[in-house]
């Protein structure tokens, strides 16, 4: 029987531990932990994922800083307000929400962000750090990804893993946190030759590429770990809206040893390792 592997149910065992954790530290006289979220314009789906960032911070006792600008502000003052919040001795977490409009410069403004307040890890020190195999801020949603392996006891030692989708925010930190955990790893990317034959032979097959479905049953190995990251909205015909995975659920469950869903596997984990980290931040600043 095909594992379903429930990050919803993980993230808010974690949530629950970060909130205790808050709690036993502000009853000693500490302050609670703060995070600032940047967000640069009124775009949609960027609001509803600071509003869920922001009732996670409260619901585990984290003080949120919201900081919502307009869509023509510019980049030095986006910048100016980063580095008050890098001084802000009350912001362990610092947090801009992608995307930015398109006059701004999103890399130059994350590499403006304190590496030790940098809570999404995706600063080149924090990255630098990921590669050397050192101690540091991960990048959420790949950390969320092996802390969710982790909980479903899925030995990675020597596995065969393939990463579909290269990109900065997932593929490549999910590749060498992977390689950490001594799996060996393929990183594969829309130039990869016979994709579907590299994936059948995966034991840990992680979608991250933003296609709809487009992983089947037909390119996945029987009894394989599938972790589906894409988040994808797909118009119904009757007009309203659906969240669906890079994978195809419905086919690949029954070929699957264990599977993330979507909505409700990997995107609940990302809000988790977001507030794990902010309190990481915290405890290394309180040297607590």
Avoid: W
Wanted: hydrophobic share 45%; glycine share 8%; charged share 15%.
């Amino acid at each position: 029987m095909t594992q379903l592997l429930d990050g919803k149910a993980l993230a808010t065992q974690i949530q629950d531990q970060l909130a205790l954790e808050i709690q036993a530290l502000t009853a000693h006289g500490q302050r609670p932990p703060g995070l600032a979220v940047i967000m640069v314009g009124d775009n949609p789906a960027s609001a509803a994922y600071v509003r869920n960032k922001e009732r996670a911070c409260a619901r585990v006792g984290i003080v949120s800083y919201g900081k919502h600008l307009s869509a023509t502000t510019p980049q030095t003052e986006v910048a100016d307000l980063i580095q008050q919040l890098n001084q802000d001795a009350n912001v362990d977490g610092i947090l801009v929400q992608l995307p930015l409009p398109d006059h701004l410069d999103a890399v130059a403004l994350l590499h403006t962000i304190d590496p030790n307040k940098d809570v999404d890890g995706l600063h080149p020190i924090n990255l630098g750090r990921l590669v050397r195999g050192e101690p540091g801020l991960r990048s959420c949603t790949p950390y969320g990804v092996m802390r969710l392996l982790e909980s479903a006891n899925i030995n990675l030692v020597g596995a065969n893993a393939v990463v579909v989708g290269r990109s900065i925010l997932v593929g490549k930190p999910m590749a060498l946190m992977l390689i950490e955990a001594n799996a060996t790893v393929t990183l594969a990317h829309s130039h990869t030759a016979d994709l579907p034959a590299l994936m059948r032979q995966a034991d840990i097959l992680v979608a991250a590429v933003g296609r709809p479905g487009m992983i089947t049953a037909a390119d996945v190995k029987p009894d394989s770990v599938v972790v589906d990251v894409g988040i994808n909205r797909v118009e119904q015909i009757d007009g309203s809206a659906r969240l669906v995975g890079d994978v195809d659920f419905a086919s690949v469950e029954p070929v699957a040893g264990a599977i993330t869903p979507v909505p409700g596997g990997v995107g609940p984990m990302t809000v988790a390792m977001l507030l794990e980290n902010t309190v990481t931040s915290y405890r290394l600043r309180l040297g607590a």
